[in-house]
């Protein structure tokens, strides 16, 4: 298998000019390093119809290509499944009951990091654990035995932060964002993670799984999010963000391409051009603030 980089949209809406961005760069550090480009849908949750033809479209419209056929996730449940009973084989998983308003209320454990799901239903007795599952469908948790765990960014450094006992599969059947990726960035072949840094602090959860997996750790780069003139993460409320909302106020796909390249201080023109002034240790380090220019 070629070592590869991906780009994994959620398919819950439109792609703006942030998640195009970082869809460009992602291509850029793959092929780069002489990788493959892979793409994969998330669509375990919050999938919206239509949003996954649409994202494949605007993400061709400026350049980005892929090396393999897309993959989605709502048709891989054996490999996660098979995974999360790896897990409980080895006696690091269990059966939570909890609801969101029960882990908000219940004290934390003295030096638990802020955020991190109190523990509750790994103390559960096996007598309070059958009646608690009368009553309600339980989730899955990973048992972590660390509270803390590192990894290396190649644009962050060294970062450290915080693993609990996170949720491997939700009370609804669906597979846990954080399962489903470290599974299936392994199996794809995929060394190299490029994506927001917005999802930096999930990293040492997802290296730390994939550790107890005994799956390799993909090299990482977190890039910065494109915000807004307030510096606030874009969003669809920011006016023209969208491939769709800009050729309608005259910016061809084209002309967005250029700009995402300009902001990386390339050249304008295809990503293939663009490719050899590359280098991954110059990336922008601060957020891109967007202005939606004048057609
Ligand atoms: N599907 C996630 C998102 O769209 C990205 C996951 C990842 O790149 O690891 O936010």
Redesign the pocket.
């Known amino acids: 298998m070629t070592a590869a980089g991906?780009?994994?949209?959620?398919p819950?809406g439109k792609l703006h000019v942030g998640?195009l961005r970082t869809a460009v760069l992602a291509w850029l550090f793959a092929k780069s390093t002489g990788r493959d480009f892979l793409l994969?849908v998330?669509d375990l949750d919050r999938a919206r119809s239509g949003a996954e033809a649409e994202q494949l479209r605007d993400l061709r419209a400026v350049g980005v290509s892929w090396d393999a056929a897309v993959v989605r996730q709502t048709e891989r449940a054996a490999l996660y499944d098979e995974a999360i009973a790896r897990l409980a084989a080895d006696g690091r998983t269990y059966e939570c009951f909890c609801t969101r308003r029960e882990i908000q209320e219940a004290p934390s454990a003295p030096h638990a990091p802020q955020g991190a799901y109190p523990g509750t239903c790994r103390r559960l007795s096996h007598a309070e654990r059958e009646i608690r599952r009368a009553t309600r469908p339980a989730s899955v948790r990973l048992r972590a035995e660390v509270s803390e765990w590192a990894v290396e960014d190649q644009l962050r450094g060294k970062y450290a932060g915080v693993v609990d006992d996170f949720v491997l599969r939700r009370n609804d059947g669906v597979t846990a964002?954080n399962l489903a990726?470290v599974v299936d960035?392994a199996q794809q072949g995929i060394d190299q993670?490029?994506?927001?840094d917005?999802?930096l602090p999930?990293t040492p959860r997802?290296a730390y799984l994939a550790t107890l997996l005994g799956l390799p750790i993909p090299e990482y780069a977190h890039v910065p999010l494109v915000v807004n003139h307030d510096g606030v993460r874009l969003a669809k409320r920011d006016g023209a963000v969208t491939l769709g909302d800009l050729a309608a106020v005259g910016i061809p796909a084209e002309r967005v391409r250029d700009l995402l390249l300009e902001s990386l201080g390339l050249p304008a023109g295809t990503l293939q051009a663009a490719l050899p002034h590359f280098t991954p240790r110059h990336v922008p380090k601060t957020p891109w603030v967007w202005k939606t220019p004048r057609a």
């Open positions: 991906r780009f994994a949209p959620s819950s998640n994969r998330e964002y990726v960035d993670v490029v994506r927001g917005d999802l999930s997802q």
